[in-house]
């Protein structure tokens, strides 16, 4: 089976292979690891000052090389020397800085299962046809290769197309199989004056280079367009996507110009039992979030300067990574690219923030929903914001004081407010909930009854009475 | 027994319930259509607040109200000596930055307000102002800083009906007599969006999705159609209408600025003088809230 990667725009990414499940959450963040929510999520960096823009597209991509192909809408002719291959290490960094904290590991969401890609059996043959052939089939299809090159692991060409149907048979013609009904949108971004950014594995050059996984790919370009164009990953696709998208830029924050961006809820105080479930816990709020906001809605997960964190999932990037991965702005700045350039952690810098303020995204989208291409613009905002969940350990030991007691009794009253937030954010089952309170030192007298005795105004009183 | 009672008073219901609503709307359109106005940006900015998740703060909203109420009255008593105290235009001004402005820093939202009140007392050209208020102090700090944002997807679109009705009951009560402009403008913009569609081969989903905007909205209802920064010819106004919606969409489509509408109005603001000098109508005929019905 042939397996097929379709980016969309200078980036979103659709994956259109059937992936392997991920392993299960396995344990709860402590200071380094390597943290990965929604860990078959395309993942997307956008490093953007003024028009220059770099955009790296990182691929999880499991299947055999030779069978890997993506194509990708971008808005200007790209040269040899706008595209490098990078580390997926760097993406990876950036996803554990900035991931909800506490999180170590993420499941695997059920409902995002990737766009399976069958080729045609026809279409090896193909592609032994005489190269000449080729060449004259390409121009009558009105198909042009703007410039050919081998980077790292990759063959890239980038294509210009005259008309959708010729370049959709082109694309089938060589492999890079479109998915049915892409012709329209292809369509829409020729007439938009986008190129095509094509890429497959070069197998001769990952021997060569001996790289295990296939790297990101980081196309630098100059455009007015803030845009990361998903309508490719969304045509056929079997169900609902997630992207997550981490922007560098010098500012502030990166919000969607044509979606509403939200915050996720943050800042909670939930059941201790959420420790060791709090990859299930993230997804299902994730999940119930998107429902209640009828998938409309573009999710900010985090929102800081890369100078520090607080507390930290992750140290921040050094400014040598953090220019690999685009933010060319630093190599003028007083932050030499190859000196530490980050604080401490959990410390603010002495001499004003670092010039790099990151933003990750979270949108799951469809065809239905997310019809457009997403638009972004920087703002000036550069206040913080962090996914952040809290767990409070109760007191233990005796309390034989009246103010002891006073905090027993609160604590009721804490664990049932635990309860409810974490039911009402994840919606699950509050009875389960109270279950699994119990079992984790958290247990609850029995639930109070809405408007019932127990909360009436007049205990409050005479707390020391019982009821008949 | 019963059935009499009845018959009484279902027979007595009209005709006590309908000279009173109709006083009721009488009252309504007699009135300072300001009131009507104010009332709605007050419904909308708290459901915005309240409901929408606004990156608005209450002390954002707190020092815009304060400084353009504060301004008005330095301005009005050091420009305009003698004459009362008026709230009211100031008052919608505020709540409309406090619907649209974002900035990081809360004297950047106090410069908004400045900004705003200060182009209506010195830009100004026979006899009238030459830029809204709002308009001018968005468009000077998004064009001139990087201070400052507007986002113009925060409304949604899912609450888009209930905003284009509320829209609408205003424009129709106030009798604001602009609702030209505004429907000139909205009617032009959606063409050009479906009309782009169609040429790119597009799904309708994307037009429609594009005008279900509340940014949208607020800017076709309550802010191109001030009535004091708009032609005073009816063909004016929707010549006006039409020409800011085709540039703002060429700003927004053809050079990818999501600030496209904010920038076409406060260029092609000047164009009303010229179209009022072009055929000039006498000044008891010019807008003045104490007469919206006129």
Same mark, same amino acid.
């Given at each position: 089976m042939k397996r097929l990667l379709y980016a969309t725009a200078a980036v979103g990414l659709a994956i259109a292979a059937p992936m392997d499940r991920a392993e299960a959450f396995c344990g709860f963040y402590v200071a380094k690891a390597d943290t990965k929510l929604f860990n078959k999520a395309s993942k997307v960096v956008v490093a953007r000052k003024g028009d220059r823009t770099v955009i790296t597209m990182a691929s999880d991509y499991e299947g055999a090389a030779s069978e890997f192909a993506m194509v990708v809408p971008v808005p200007t002719v790209i040269t040899k020397g706008q595209i490098n291959i990078t580390e997926n290490a760097l993406v990876d960094h950036l996803d554990a800085y900035t991931a909800p904290r506490l999180v170590e590991y993420f499941d695997p969401d059920p409902c995002n299962i990737p766009r399976p890609m069958a080729m045609a059996p026809g279409a090896t043959a193909a592609r032994s046809a005489d190269a000449a052939a080729r060449e004259d089939r390409r121009r009558s299809l009105g198909v042009k290769i703007e410039a050919e090159y081998t980077v790292g692991e990759y063959d890239i060409l980038i294509l210009s197309a005259k008309e959708s149907g010729g370049l959709e048979t082109w694309l089938r013609e060589n492999d890079y199989k479109p998915p049915q009904g892409a012709g329209p949108v292809l369509a829409s971004y020729i007439k938009q004056g986008m190129k095509f950014f094509v890429a497959k594995v070069n197998l001769k050059e990952k021997d060569r280079l001996g790289t295990k996984y296939l790297?990101?790919?980081?196309?630098?370009?100059?455009?007015?367009?803030?845009?990361?164009?998903?309508?490719?990953?969304?045509?056929?696709a079997n169900g609902p996507q997630d992207m997550i998208m981490f922007f560098l830029t010098e500012k502030g924050r990166v919000e969607t110009t044509n979606y509403r961006t939200l915050k996720l809820p943050?800042?909670?105080?939930?059941?201790?039992?959420?420790?060791?479930?709090?990859?299930?816990?993230?997804?299902?709020?994730?999940?119930t979030q998107v429902k209640k906001d009828g998938m409309k809605a573009v999710y900010l997960e985090y929102a800081w300067n890369m100078a520090w964190c607080d507390p930290c999932a992750a140290d921040p990037l050094p400014n040598d990574k953090l220019v690999e991965l685009g933010a060319f702005w630093l190599l003028d700045g007083p932050g030499a690219p190859s000196g530490p350039g980050v604080m401490p952690r959990r410390m603010?810098?002495?001499?004003?923030?670092?010039?790099?303020?990151?933003?990750?995204?979270?949108?799951?989208?469809?065809?239905?929903?997310?019809?457009?291409?997403?638009?972004?613009?920087?703002?000036?905002?550069?206040?913080?914001?962090?996914?952040?969940?809290?767990?409070?350990?109760?007191?233990?030991?005796?309390?034989?004081?009246?103010?002891?007691?006073?905090?027993?009794?609160?604590?009721?009253?804490?664990?049932?407010?635990?309860?409810?937030?974490?039911?009402?954010?994840?919606?699950?089952?509050?009875?389960?909930?109270?279950?699994?309170?119990?079992?984790?030192?958290?247990?609850?007298?029995?639930?109070?009854?809405?408007?019932?005795?127990?909360?009436?105004?007049?205990?409050?009183?005479?707390?020391?009475?019982?009821?008949? | 027994m019963f059935g009499a009672s009845s018959r009484l008073q279902s027979r007595s219901l009209p005709t006590s319930a309908g000279p009173g609503s109709r006083c009721l709307l009488a009252t309504v359109r007699t009135l300072d259509p300001r009131y009507l106005q104010i009332a709605s940006l007050g419904i909308l900015l708290t459901f915005g607040?309240?409901?929408?998740?606004?990156?608005?703060?209450?002390?954002?909203?707190?020092?815009?109200?304060?400084?353009?109420?504060?301004?008005?009255?330095?301005?009005?008593?050091?420009?305009?000596?003698?004459?009362? =105290?008026? +709230?009211?235009?100031?008052? *919608?001004?505020? #709540?409309? @930055?406090?619907?649209? /402005?974002?900035?990081? $820093?809360?004297?950047?939202?106090?410069?908004?307000?400045?900004?705003?009140?200060?182009?209506?007392?010195?830009?100004?050209?026979?006899?009238?102002?030459? =830029?809204? +208020?709002?308009?001018?102090? *968005?468009?000077? #700090?998004? @064009?001139?800083?990087? /201070?400052?944002?507007? $986002?113009?997807?925060?409304?949604?679109?899912?609450?888009?009906?209930?905003?284009?009705?509320?829209?609408?009951?205003?424009?129709?009560?106030?009798?604001?007599?602009?609702?030209?402009?505004?429907?000139?403008?909205?009617?032009?913009?959606?063409?050009? /969006?479906?009309?782009?569609?169609?040429?790119?081969?597009?799904?309708?989903?994307?037009?429609?999705k594009q005008m279900q905007s509340g940014a949208l909205l607020l800017f076709a209802f309550f802010m191109i159609s001030d009535p004091k920064t708009t032609p005073d010819r009816r063909g004016h106004r929707i010549l006006y209408g039409v020409l800011v919606a085709c540039l703002g969409a060429w700003i927004q489509l053809g050079l990818y600025n999501p600030n496209g509408l904010m920038y076409a109005l406060f260029f092609l603001s000047p164009l009303v003088v010229l179209m009022d000098r072009a055929a000039p109508v006498a000044s008891t005929d010019r807008y003045a809230w104490s007469r919206p019905s006129i």
């Open positions: 790297r990101p790919i980081s196309v630098a370009f100059e455009s007015p367009k803030f845009m990361l164009p998903i309508r490719l990953g969304t045509v056929n943050s800042d909670m105080d939930v059941p201790i039992f959420t420790r060791n479930e709090f990859g299930a816990f993230y997804k299902a709020m994730f999940e603010r810098p002495p001499g004003g923030p670092a010039n790099v303020f990151v933003t990750r995204l979270h949108v799951r989208y469809d065809a239905v929903n997310f019809p457009e291409d997403l638009m972004f613009q920087e703002t000036a905002d550069s206040s913080n914001f962090q996914g952040r969940y809290v767990l409070r350990h109760p007191f233990t030991g005796p309390a034989t004081c009246s103010a002891g007691e006073a905090y027993k009794r609160n604590l009721q009253t804490r664990f049932q407010k635990e309860a409810a937030t974490l039911a009402n954010l994840t919606g699950w089952d509050i009875a389960m909930i109270r279950e699994k309170m119990a079992k984790a030192g958290q247990p609850m007298s029995a639930p109070p009854i809405p408007g019932g005795d127990d909360d009436a105004w007049y205990k409050k009183m005479w707390p020391g009475r019982s009821s008949p | 607040l309240g409901w929408l998740g606004f990156d608005q703060s209450l002390i954002n909203v707190s020092v815009i109200l304060a400084t353009i109420l504060a301004t008005q009255l330095v301005l009005g008593w050091i420009m305009q000596p003698g004459r009362a =105290f008026d +709230p009211l235009s100031a008052l *919608i001004s505020g #709540l409309s @930055l406090c619907l649209l /402005l974002r900035a990081g $820093s809360l004297w950047v939202l106090a410069l908004g307000a400045i900004l705003a009140i200060g182009s209506k007392f010195f830009l100004r050209v026979d006899g009238k102002h030459v =830029f809204n +208020p709002t308009n001018f102090a *968005i468009a000077v #700090l998004l @064009l001139f800083t990087d /201070l400052a944002w507007i $986002s113009p997807s925060q409304w949604g679109s899912q609450t888009w009906a209930a905003f284009l009705f509320a829209c609408l009951a205003t424009m129709v009560l106030s009798r604001a007599r602009r609702g030209d402009v505004a429907l000139a403008f909205l009617g032009t913009y959606v063409a050009v /969006l479906f009309l782009r569609a169609l040429w790119l081969g597009d799904p309708w989903a994307i037009p429609m």
